[in-house]
């Protein structure tokens, strides 16, 4: 599943050709809805353009895009002569990237940079002039957080105390009092998007540790880029149900409850921590977890 979401965005990212300019007589592409939700795009089919066209739909309000860094997104790509939608994003799991003009190509990464989290942008390009797809384009891209951005809630005084780093991946340092025989369900930071519904495909940043040593031993900050996981691929993460979009939560896993079949022997009959923010969240689409 997440690797047809991905190709189908860098075929989508292909067909985002030619330099930014702003035309004479641009033509006039409206975009609505809501922020989180499929755009409505509103046009003149067939449409007519002679140059890439970018702007605003509205600024975003979170942290600014770094170079170098992941970026996440969701996307609408329509064929703009007869307003046909060809792909998107929003009805199965949004796409991580990079922000570097080879992950990107250089007309989304000139699109992106120097935008914030929040920003919705619509690109009006004209066709390629070759190749399969040779029509013009209409794209709206929404750019979502790639770390929890939740209230923070004052987590319980028997389990780990968490620490984040400027890039907001966790360490933990280990509890001295005994793990609990439970599984533990601990909000950290309570978003306000979308809640997880049961057998939902995920979008997270996670890090698993062991509770006896605080060590890691896996994770998805080592670049940073969000992985994506069909929730019934981890049994224990089924506790995340009901957790909205935004939240950072705590997961204490006694050794009672199945992990995944890849999970390493050194940790059999462990204790293990999670710190997953929960980034987007949708109907499963038929596959497991995937890496970023």
Not at 133 to 141: D, F, G, L
Request: glycine share 10%; proline share 10%; aromatic share 6%.
């Amino acid at each position: 599943m997440r690797r047809h979401v991905v190709a189908c965005f860098a075929a989508a990212m292909l067909l985002l050709t030619g330099c930014v300019a702003t035309p004479d007589d641009p033509p006039e592409v409206v975009v609505t809805g809501t922020a989180g939700e499929k755009p409505t795009v509103t046009y003149r089919t067939p449409l007519s353009v002679s140059e890439t066209l970018t702007q605003e739909v509205w600024p975003g309000t979170g942290p600014e895009l770094v170079e170098g860094s992941p970026v996440l997104v969701d996307f609408w790509l329509e064929n703009a002569t007869d307003a046909s939608v060809v792909t998107e994003s929003y009805s199965t799991n949004p796409t991580p990237r990079v922000l570097t003009a080879e992950d990107l190509g250089k007309d989304l990464y000139e699109m992106l940079r120097g935008q914030r989290v929040g920003a919705r942008l619509v690109q009006v390009s004209p066709a390629p002039g070759s190749g399969a797809a040779n029509y013009p384009t209409v794209t709206v891209i929404d750019v979502l957080n790639t770390r929890a951005d939740g209230e923070p809630l004052a987590p319980r005084e028997d389990l780990p105390t968490v620490t984040l780093a400027e890039n907001g991946a966790p360490s933990i340092s280990p509890s001295e009092t005994e793990p609990p025989t439970d599984l533990v369900v601990q909000p950290l930071l309570r978003g306000t998007g979308q809640q997880v519904a049961e057998g939902d495909t995920i979008t997270v940043q996670y890090t698993g540790f062991s509770w006896t040593s605080g060590e890691p031993f896996d994770t998805s900050w080592t670049n940073g880029v969000p992985w994506t996981f069909r929730l019934d691929s981890v049994p224990a993460w089924s506790a995340l149900v009901e957790q909205p979009v935004g939240s950072q939560v705590m997961l204490v896993v006694p050794p009672s409850y199945p992990m995944r079949a890849t999970e390493s022997e050194e940790l059999a009959g462990q204790t293990i921590v999670f710190v997953i923010d929960i980034l987007a969240t949708g109907p499963a689409s038929g596959a497991g977890g995937t890496g970023g």
